[in-house]
């Protein structure tokens, strides 16, 4: 399938007109972690000689690696002659900020890339979306990965990690983003308790729902009125939302540097195509461009998309979208080429 070809695949299949396409099955890859089962997509028709690989880290959904949003995907880049992986990393399924998921990346990436059933070339394309796109990007640039990785995929991911956290609990607009900040900052803290993980954990699947923020109020008054009161105080003020921030950073200085992306871009070997939504809610578009500057400033290949036509990694229309298609076509286009390569 040559460029063009899997270029009108991948947006045709991804506009929703994948069905009968492709198909899926389940693989074990061996890691150093042990062994993981996962999804696999690939084309449905018969195909010649080995299909690209590629591998997609899912984000903090409640879905996991199964997030409808990620599903659709993977099939329209199996509609465009790849074969996709799509692994659940249990700290980010989990809900949880940190850099153990870096290490989980890190081992699946390489075990797949040692399988050459699965993966002849011995190398693959990474995708990743949110705050798993940087913990993808950092564990590909490690030493044992970053020959391995042909391009990597970016969507609505952070460039400065301590920025990103402040605005999830101070200026993002989307409850989701910011309920997954307290959760995480509560326990980074020392402050959480069972009580307030699980209040925080249901107002998410509200907020997901598409319940209103009377629903939160509610899940707050269930609570013994100590923990009530903490939790309504964040969630009503951004001085006490900052409070916890300082309070949390000043104790665990050490995760923060883990989860800075700058070392990892200092030795990136790959493209890395960036794409996030104009409009996006929970992680800034500014976050697209200071990583495209740090790119260009370090001579890495890369391409940038801000798109009307996503939001926070959801697809809005796309084949009646206009001009606006033109932008994001380019940009999957530099990713399929490289990871096609």
């Known amino acids: 399938m040559n460029s063009k070809a899997r270029l009108f695949a991948f947006l045709a299949a991804w506009s ?16 150093s972690r042990g062994p993981s089962r996962v999804r696999c997509v690939e084309p449905a028709w018969p195909h010649r000689g080995d299909l690209p690989v590629a591998v997609f880290v899912h984000g903090m959904s409640l879905h996991g690696e199964r997030d409808p949003r990620q599903d659709a995907f993977c099939e329209a880049l199996a509609c465009a002659g790849f074969c996709v992986l799509a692994p659940r990393i249990d700290e980010v399924a989990a809900l949880r900020f940190g850099s153990e998921s870096v290490d989980e990346i890190e081992a699946f990436v390489e075990g797949v890339c040692g399988d050459r059933v699965l993966c002849p070339a011995g190398r693959t394309a990474v995708l990743s979306v949110s705050f798993s796109a940087a913990a993808t990007l950092i564990a590909s640039a490690r030493p044992r990965l970053r020959d391995r990785v042909s391009v990597a ?29 307290l959760k995480n900052f509560l326990r980074f803290a020392g402050e959480s308790t069972p009580g307030l993980d699980e209040a925080l954990r249901r107002m998410c699947e509200d907020n997901v729902a598409g319940l209103p ?70 992680i800034d578009v500014e976050h697209a461009h200071l990583l495209a500057a740090e790119l260009r400033a370090r001579g890495v290949p890369h391409r940038l998309c801000v798109t009307p036509l996503v939001d926070h990694g959801t ?21 399929l080429a490289h990871a096609a390569a």
């Open 16 to 31: 929703g007109h994948a069905r009968g396409l492709f198909r899926e099955r389940f693989v074990d890859v061996a890691t």
């Open 153 to 181: 995929l970016v969507l609505g991911g952070y460039c400065d990690v301590r920025l990103c956290v402040e605005q999830l609990l101070t200026v993002a607009r989307d409850d989701y983003g910011r309920l997954l900040g």
């Open 213 to 282: 923020e009377s629903s939160r109020v509610a899940r707050a008054r269930e609570l013994p009125d100590a923990e009530r009161a903490v939790l309504e105080a964040l969630l009503s003020s951004v001085e006490a939302r900052k409070a916890l921030l300082a309070r949390a950073f000043a104790r665990t200085p050490d995760l923060w540097d883990l989860l800075d992306l700058a070392p990892a871009l200092e030795t990136l070997r790959f493209p890395v195509a960036i794409v996030h939504g104009a409009g996006d809610e929970v």
């Open 315 to 335: 697809r809005k229309g796309l084949l009646d979208a206009g001009l606006a298609i033109v932008d994001l076509a380019q940009c999957v286009s530099f990713f």
